[in-house]
């Protein structure tokens, strides 16, 4: 059974860092893209980062750039999200996601085939 699962997220004060980590099984993440999403409260799931399965890195939004990074380690079959300077506006819920019809990134949450349960993400001091 195809499966995503995420953890790390929590409560952080503005500037501080967390990384999120997305375990897969049933399947094997190094023939995949694989993103990352997010959803805040009111407001329409975003893209935020997707890795390719050659490890190419594309930043769905703007926000992010210089602040996350993400990364895979095929041996754990795992994808993470380092997150720094973490802002209030980073508040969401966060979701992993892979696309079992393409190496490479695309942009639409709907070419995503199977999504982790999400992992809360609360910026606040």
């Known amino acids: 059974q195809l499966q995503l699962v995420e953890s790390g997220g929590g409560l952080v004060q503005p500037g501080g860092s967390l990384r999120l980590s997305c375990v897969a099984s049933g399947f094997t993440i190094e023939y995949y893209a694989i993103g990352w999403f997010r959803r805040a409260p009111g407001k329409e799931r975003e893209g935020v980062s997707c890795?390719?399965?050659?490890?190419?890195?594309?930043n769905f939004a703007d926000s992010v750039k210089g602040r996350f990074t993400i990364s895979r380690d095929n041996a754990k079959n795992t994808v993470h999200l380092q997150m720094n300077s973490l802002k209030p506006e980073d508040t969401a819920v966060y979701y992993c996601?892979?696309?079992?019809?393409?190496?490479?990134?695309?942009?639409?949450?709907?070419?995503?085939?199977?999504w982790g349960q999400g992992s809360q993400v609360t910026v606040s001091s």
């Open positions: 890795i390719s399965s050659g490890g190419v890195i594309t």
């Open positions: 996601a892979v696309d079992l019809d393409s190496r490479s990134c695309r942009h639409g949450p709907n070419e995503y085939d199977y």
